[in-house]
């Protein structure tokens, strides 16, 4: 593919501009691999400097994430859930694997290691460990959320004994799922902990491998539910539609999204370390 001769512009920022409306028209995926920089050189006709320069811009304006030793790939940036399975696939392609997790039932976390744990069970992903830390709101304890729609704690013990129960099933067959790969020897070295906090459950969080982090707000949300029979009517954080933000360490300690991936690390550890507690 050659460059216009006839665009004024510079080739870095042609090579940019095409590469960009490849991403934001779906050409390339999210989540998908760009063309090695030497390949990008070769098939436009440049050095390597230039297509460099022209990463360089996609990079600053957040349409791709620069791994070391990787590449380049097209960024998540307001992916739902769905968007979380190529990287937990990507994950498991390593030989170490480690997934931190934050949030409300661990729902969406159960969902998208289905596949993965599926490929390790038919010798496609052969990780030597895995570890796994779950931290989930303590729901027998009164919280804000959720509650009745009376917006009275006190009185929604019921409320979050129906989502209690909600949490077990999932990090239950969480546990159940990876404990059994240990058992048949599939991946050698398993751990997986569950602890709660006191806190309510406002967002949920993900640190794939200790290099990747994916964000996402729950909003509130009032909906009846059933509970003992009757409908009632609750204030819920809900997940299901929670935009994903995408934030890659790629190496360059100065990155803003590297500081991010640092920082949520380092708020994940002092909370399981200090006032989160075994999960009953």
Known sequence: MSLDPDDSRPPYQQIASRLRAAILTHEISAGEKLPSQAELAAEYGVAGMTVQRALSILKEQGLIV?????????????????????HMEQAFEQAEVTIDFV???AETLHGVLAEP?????????????LHIRLLL????????LPVLATNRPEDSAAVRDRMAAISTRHAGAIHEAVQELADLGLVPEVTIESRVHGTAPLFKCFIINSTDVFFGYYPVVAHPVRI???????????????IMF???????????????????????????????????
Do not use: C
């Open 228 to 242: 003992d029979g009757e409908m009632v009517d609750i204030l819920d954080p809900m997940g299901k539609d929670a």
């Open 66 to 86: 620069s791994r070391q030793g990787a590449g380049s790939f097209v960024r998540h940036r307001t992916e739902r859930p769905v968007g979380l399975r190529p």
């Open 137 to 144: 709101s303590d729901m027998s304890r009164p919280l804000s």
């Open 246 to 280: 995408q934030h890659t360490d790629d190496g360059d300690p100065e990155a803003a999204d590297s500081q991010y991936v640092s920082q949520t690390r380092t708020w994940f550890e002092s909370i399981w370390n200090t006032i989160a507690t075994p999960q009953p």
């Open 103 to 105: 949030g409300y039932t």
């Open 117 to 129: 744990l599926d490929k390790i069970r038919a010798g496609r992903f052969t990780p030597k460990s």
